[in-house]
């Protein structure tokens, strides 16, 4: 049954205003708060001593003021419990901590001319801010039950506040909690800044200390926007078409055109691209390294030529900030489109408004541009159906050939073929047309679609010229009320016909977009898995067609709201208990994999381009099935592992440091950045450690041991598998930080799939894994045991079949008398079996012998050929009646091929 639509946007925005991402206040004593108030005496609110307290703040009257000017933006709480010790951000001046554990929201009432102040107890909130700087005893595990604990304790009538150094020291071991016993007697805003300016902190220590007062905080314009969007969403009441669809299971197949883009994707990429017209809801599943993002910027490529607008949204902005710079760079779409992401991306849309008006646009050059490539297209399919002909007929007359027992008409069919096709060079003459022809087509589609999409936008914005005056007047002022209400009267679809590609973070939406339904024809939502589905809704809202992007293997959003909680907010909009409404556990890509009405909606990307076999293929096996095709498979990259253990002898102290680990990943950094530092091209380098506490003790070396020059030149970039998720670096070193004496629950963070699933697959060329813990200790069924095991024990997997058949032993013995060696029979690679392989001058030919009896009898398929050729492969196929002819002009063709 499908849920209303008031009901459903009530509830995830209810879940999300629980998880408000917004309070994240780090130090009360900054500028940023001039109305701070601090409680003297005792906290007379939070223990229930009085209902309301006098409320002496000397600016109260500003005070209120503000809050009745920005009640939207602003909001007044009362903080409690208050955290003592200095920055690590290296950025800020003002090192000083001094963030409130608790926000209550408060009320000033007005009694008898007097102020009071008054907290409403059940709407407290966690201050983020300080969760961030708590080091939890384990894993994240500690944070969950920490806010478990803590809510249950602010729940009790007349609640034992003792009892809440007993559950910070339980789960925390950077704090020091002695002061708490204070309670309810409270430092003064005097005692803690002589406090702070007295003490020293080191090693990321903090203090808790009972401290009570008000900080009028601006709210967070993120989390706002968010919370904005689902409130219109519903009072709408109605969901966008294909979200209805999705939940009722209806499933639409729209019928699709053959793309210009076919050419540049495989098969899987080609048929998430005719997905994303095919059906209104589709799912790109895109491993570690399968060229998701290439993916996603072909698909809005071929959407905008096809005069659709498209929407790109992630969670964070590194996602966005990728897929910006394949468009820019890979199809030169730089002018073409809008990065609300971006600095002053007002400034920059502003400025190609007014191009645009002015007249200041290139000339246009397409006109012949598209039936040149239709023209390419047709005879790129005449000449891949002429190739499987031939092929056939080779195969034919091989089956002739090798039959002893022949009646009269085969007999005269083989005489045929001999006299027609055997021993001519024709197979490789049309394969050698289509790859040059495959060649001209990747260049002359660049260029169309550049052309095609500026054609566009000089059509629209002449077509559309007043809806930009409107627009750019909207951009130009400087009240964000104003912006609002001007834009207003824009028809943004006419906007959108030209600047069709968005590129936005989910939770900026709302002040860059109206809620208009299916304002856009496609939108396309990537890192999905991080994405938590009440800030995903919004960007759903607005969408015709969605394709949902990501990885269920990889790192899901995290949240804080308690199962309880969730459990409520269904009770209070009658909803059943459906894993759909589970916010906390399941990302959007969640909700859409169990959605989908047919797996044809679901592509899933195969081949692995990122990677060496040594380094992708524990993650290949363990968590995909051993679906991936490794693509970096040549004897070059499985010659040796590119993978090295390296094994110290350090051991996890009670801050969640290894100090070993990570002074040896400091010295293997220098040594690596002495060894390349002279070279044109350096590695881009990645340190990954699971723990924070480990993987910001490595930042504090880096930024003592290495210039910023080195760091930038080197591309640097320390941090946890939930920093790394999306990026990746040439060479990665990672710290597991514990040893054999490490507490157990710090083994279980490591044993989480999604962990190491994300944590061993950032390299793409060589990786270091600096480890403490004897694998003889570890529990055989752990991740961390058969990762440390695999390393130790890898074989590149399917070693070459070396036994040879007839054809295979007369090319390689011509070869090796023509002085090219370096010839391997049957080498796996990219989730084939190569008939002959030879690495030389750099270069690697594969040899695919057709029509000799036997395992490689058949050719290989057009698209193999393509996927082999992606790998750096050059490909000639070899058909045994043109050997048999001319064994030597074979082998100069080949000579030609390692030559050229």
Same mark, same amino acid.
């Given at each position: 049954?499908?849920?209303?639509?008031?009901?459903?946007?009530?509830?995830?925005?209810?879940?999300?205003?629980?998880?408000?991402?917004?309070?994240?206040?780090?130090?009360?004593?900054?500028?940023?708060?001039?109305?701070?108030?601090?409680?003297?005496?005792?906290?007379?609110?939070?223990?229930?001593?009085?209902?309301?307290?006098?409320?002496?703040?000397?600016?109260?009257?500003?005070?209120?003021?503000?809050?009745?000017?920005?009640?939207?933006?602003?909001?007044?709480?009362?903080?409690?419990?208050?955290?003592?010790?200095?920055?690590?951000?290296?950025?800020?001046?003002?090192?000083?901590?001094?963030?409130?554990?608790?926000?209550?929201?408060?009320?000033?009432?007005?009694?008898?001319?007097?102020?009071?102040?008054?907290?409403?107890?059940?709407?407290?909130?966690?201050?983020?801010?300080?969760?961030?700087?708590?080091?939890?005893?384990?894993?994240?595990?500690?944070?969950?039950?920490?806010?478990?604990?803590?809510?249950?304790?602010?729940?009790?009538?007349?609640?034992?506040?003792?009892?809440?150094?007993?559950?910070?020291?339980?789960?925390?071991?950077?704090?020091?909690?002695?002061?708490?016993?204070?309670?309810?007697?409270?430092? =003064? $805003? /005097? *005692?803690? !800044?002589?406090?702070?300016?007295?003490?020293?902190?080191? #090693? @990321? +220590?903090?203090?808790? %200390?009972?401290?009570?007062?008000?900080?009028?905080?601006?709210? =967070? $314009? /993120? *989390?706002? !926007?968010?919370?904005?969007?689902?409130?219109?969403?519903? #009072? @709408? +009441?109605?969901?966008? %078409?294909?979200?209805?669809?999705?939940?009722?299971?209806?499933?639409?197949?729209?019928?699709?055109?053959?793309?210009?883009?076919?050419?540049?994707?495989?098969?899987?990429?080609?048929?998430?691209?005719?997905?994303?017209?095919?059906?209104?809801?589709?799912?790109?599943?895109?491993?570690?390294?399968?060229?998701?993002?290439?993916?996603?910027?072909?698909?809005?490529?071929?959407?905008?030529?096809?005069?659709?607008?498209?929407?790109?949204?992630?969670?964070?902005?590194?996602?966005?900030?990728?897929?910006?710079?394949?468009?820019?760079?890979?199809?030169?779409?730089?002018?073409?489109?809008?990065?609300?992401?971006?600095?002053?991306?007002?400034?920059?849309?502003?400025?190609?408004?007014?191009?645009?008006?002015?007249?200041?646009?290139?000339?246009?050059?397409?006109?012949?541009?598209?039936?040149?490539?239709?023209?390419?297209?047709?005879?790129?399919?005449?000449?891949?159906?002429?190739?499987?002909?031939?092929?056939?007929?080779?195969?034919?007359?091989?089956?002739?050939?090798?039959?002893?027992?022949?009646?009269?008409?085969?007999?005269?069919?083989?005489?045929?073929?001999?006299?027609?096709?055997?021993?001519?060079?024709?197979?490789?003459?049309?394969?050698?047309?289509?790859?040059?022809?495959?060649?001209?087509?990747?260049?002359?589609?660049?260029?169309?679609?550049?052309?095609?999409?500026?054609?566009?936008?000089?059509?629209?914005?002449?077509?559309?010229?007043?809806?930009?005056?409107?627009?750019?007047?909207?951009?130009?002022?400087?009240?964000?009320?104003?912006?609002?209400?001007?834009?207003?009267?824009?028809?943004?679809?006419?906007?959108?016909?030209?600047?069709?590609?968005?590129?936005?973070?989910?939770?900026?939406?709302?002040?860059?977009?109206?809620?208009?339904?299916?304002?856009?024809?496609?939108?396309?939502?990537?890192?999905?898995?991080?994405?938590?589905?009440?800030?995903?809704?919004?960007?759903?809202?607005?969408?015709?067609?969605?394709?949902?992007?990501?990885?269920?293997?990889?790192?899901?959003?995290?949240?804080?709201?308690?199962?309880?909680?969730?459990?409520?907010?269904?009770?209070?909009?009658?909803?059943?208990?459906?894993?759909?409404?589970?916010?906390?556990?399941?990302?959007?890509?969640?909700?859409?994999?169990?959605?989908?009405?047919?797996?044809?909606?679901?592509?899933?990307?195969?081949?692995?381009?990122?990677?060496?076999?040594?380094?992708?293929?524990?993650?290949?096996?363990?968590?995909?099935?051993?679906?991936?095709?490794?693509?970096?498979?040549?004897?070059?990259?499985?010659?040796?592992?590119?993978?090295?253990?390296?094994?110290?002898?350090?051991?996890?102290?009670?801050?969640?440091?290894?100090?070993?680990?990570?002074?040896?990943?400091?010295?293997?950094?220098?040594?690596?950045?002495?060894?390349?530092?002279?070279?044109?091209?350096?590695?881009?380098?990645?340190?990954?450690?699971?723990?924070?506490?480990?993987?910001?003790?490595?930042?504090?070396?880096?930024?003592?041991?290495?210039?910023?020059?080195?760091?930038?030149?080197?591309?640097?970039?320390?941090?946890?598998?939930?920093?790394?998720?999306?990026?990746?670096?040439?060479?990665?070193?990672?710290?597991?930080?514990?040893?054999?004496?490490?507490?157990?629950?710090?083994?279980?963070?490591?044993?989480?799939?999604?962990?190491?699933?994300?944590?061993?697959?950032?390299?793409?060329?060589?990786?270091?894994?600096?480890?403490?813990?004897?694998?003889?200790?570890?529990?055989?069924?752990?991740?961390?045991?058969?990762?440390?095991?695999?390393?130790?024990?890898?074989?590149?997997?399917?070693?070459?079949?070396?036994?040879?058949?007839?054809?295979?032993?007369?090319?390689?013995?011509?070869?090796?008398?023509?002085?090219?060696?370096?010839?391997?029979?049957?080498?796996?690679?990219?989730?084939?079996?190569?008939?002959?392989?030879?690495?030389?001058?750099?270069?690697?030919?594969?040899?695919?012998?057709?029509?000799?009896?036997?395992?490689?009898?058949?050719?290989?398929?057009?698209?193999?050929?393509?996927?082999?050729?992606?790998?750096?492969?050059?490909?000639?196929?070899?058909?045994?009646?043109?050997?048999?002819?001319?064994?030597?002009?074979?082998?100069?063709?080949?000579?030609?091929?390692?030559?050229?």
């Amino acid at each position: 049954m499908i849920p209303q639509a008031k009901d459903f946007y009530q509830y995830f925005k209810g879940c999300y205003r629980l998880d408000y991402r917004e309070f994240f206040v780090e130090n009360v004593l900054s500028r940023k708060y001039p109305f701070k108030w601090f409680v003297n005496g005792e906290e007379e609110l939070l223990t229930e001593i009085l209902p309301i307290i006098p409320y002496n703040n000397k600016k109260v009257a500003d005070l209120e003021k503000e809050l009745a000017l920005y009640q939207i933006e602003k909001t007044l709480f009362y903080g409690v419990f208050f955290v003592l010790g200095e920055s690590r951000n290296p950025l800020i001046k003002d090192k000083r901590v001094c963030a409130p554990l608790f926000l209550f929201p408060a009320t000033i009432e007005t009694l008898d001319d007097e102020k009071y102040l008054s907290i409403d107890r059940d709407a407290f909130q966690l201050n983020r801010a300080v969760l961030e700087l708590f080091d939890a005893a384990d894993s994240q595990n500690s944070k969950d039950q920490f806010v478990s604990e803590i809510s249950e304790l602010l729940e009790e009538s007349n609640p034992d506040f003792i009892r809440l150094q007993s559950i910070v020291n339980k789960h925390f071991f950077n704090v020091h909690t002695k002061e708490l016993l204070m309670t309810p007697r409270v430092w =003064s $805003e /005097s *005692s803690i !800044k002589n406090h702070l300016k007295t003490t020293s902190y080191s #090693e @990321g +220590n903090f203090k808790i %200390v009972p401290a009570a007062g008000t900080v009028l905080v601006k709210k =967070s $314009e /993120s *989390s706002l !926007k968010v919370l904005d969007d689902l409130s219109g969403m519903a #009072e @709408g +009441n109605k969901f966008n %078409v294909g979200f209805q669809n999705l939940l009722s299971g209806k499933n639409e197949r729209a019928p699709v055109n053959s793309s210009i883009y076919k050419s540049r994707l495989n098969t899987d990429q080609y048929q998430a691209l005719q997905n994303a017209y095919r059906f209104e809801n589709s799912v790109v599943v895109g491993p570690p390294g399968t060229g998701k993002s290439y993916t996603i910027t072909n698909i809005v490529s071929d959407a905008v030529i096809n005069e659709q607008s498209v929407l790109v949204v992630s969670k964070t902005k590194q996602a966005v900030e990728v897929l910006r710079s394949m468009l820019e760079d890979d199809f030169k779409l730089k002018k073409y489109l809008i990065h609300t992401t971006g600095r002053n991306h007002r400034v920059s849309l502003k400025a190609k408004i007014r191009r645009y008006m002015s007249g200041i646009v290139a000339p246009l050059y397409i006109s012949l541009e598209y039936k040149k490539i239709q023209k390419w297209f047709t005879r790129l399919t005449e000449l891949q159906i002429k190739f499987e002909n031939l092929v056939s007929q080779e195969l034919k007359l091989s089956d002739l050939s090798f039959n002893s027992e022949l009646n009269l008409f085969e007999k005269w069919h083989r005489f045929y073929l001999n006299a027609t096709v055997a021993g001519s060079t024709r197979i490789w003459d049309v394969f050698h047309e289509i790859e040059e022809l495959t060649g001209k087509l990747e260049i002359a589609v660049s260029s169309y679609t550049k052309g095609k999409i500026q054609y566009n936008i000089r059509h629209f914005a002449d077509l559309f010229r007043t809806d930009l005056s409107i627009f750019y007047d909207a951009l130009d002022t400087n009240s964000f009320s104003q912006y609002k209400r001007t834009l207003a009267k824009v028809k943004h679809a006419n906007i959108l016909k030209v600047f069709p590609i968005w590129l936005a973070n989910l939770s900026e939406l709302n002040s860059v977009l109206p809620l208009q339904q299916e304002l856009f024809d496609l939108v396309i939502i990537d890192e999905a898995t991080q994405c938590d589905i009440a800030s995903a809704l919004p960007a759903i809202y607005r969408a015709k067609r969605v394709v949902i992007v990501g990885d269920p293997n990889q790192l899901r959003h995290y949240s804080f709201v308690s199962k309880a909680s969730q459990r409520e907010m269904r009770n209070k909009y009658n909803l059943p208990d459906d894993k759909i409404y589970d916010y906390r556990n399941r990302s959007i890509l969640d909700l859409y994999l169990s959605k989908v009405s047919s797996q044809d909606q679901v592509s899933f990307l195969r081949e692995h381009f990122r990677s060496t076999p040594s380094i992708i293929e524990f993650s290949n096996q363990q968590f995909y099935g051993g679906q991936l095709q490794v693509l970096k498979s040549t004897p070059r990259h499985t010659h040796n592992s590119q993978i090295r253990l390296v094994r110290t002898a350090g051991t996890r102290n009670d801050q969640g440091i290894n100090r070993v680990e990570a002074n040896e990943i400091v010295s293997r950094l220098k040594e690596l950045m002495r060894d390349k530092e002279e070279l044109q091209l350096v590695p881009s380098i990645g340190v990954i450690s699971p723990f924070s506490a480990q993987a910001r003790h490595i930042n504090q070396l880096i930024r003592d041991n290495f210039e910023i020059e080195q760091i930038k030149k080197f591309d640097l970039f320390c941090g946890t598998p939930y920093n790394f998720q999306g990026s990746e670096r040439d060479v990665v070193f990672l710290s597991f930080c514990v040893s054999d004496d490490s507490h157990p629950s710090a083994f279980i963070h490591l044993n989480k799939p999604e962990v190491m699933n994300v944590a061993i697959t950032r390299a793409r060329s060589y990786q270091y894994v600096v480890t403490s813990v004897d694998v003889n200790v570890l529990n055989t069924r752990t991740l961390l045991f058969q990762y440390l095991r695999f390393i130790d024990g890898f074989v590149h997997y399917n070693l070459e079949n070396k036994s040879l058949d007839r054809f295979q032993k007369e090319v390689t013995a011509a070869l090796v008398e023509k002085g090219i060696d370096g010839v391997r029979s049957g080498y796996p690679l990219a989730g084939s079996v190569l008939d002959l392989l030879i690495s030389q001058n750099g270069k690697n030919v594969f040899i695919d012998l057709i029509g000799y009896p036997g395992s490689f009898k058949s050719a290989f398929s057009i698209e193999r050929y393509n996927t082999l050729t992606r790998t750096g492969l050059i490909c000639f196929p070899l058909h045994y009646s043109f050997w048999q002819k001319d064994q030597m002009g074979a082998i100069e063709l080949i000579e030609s091929l390692l030559h050229n």
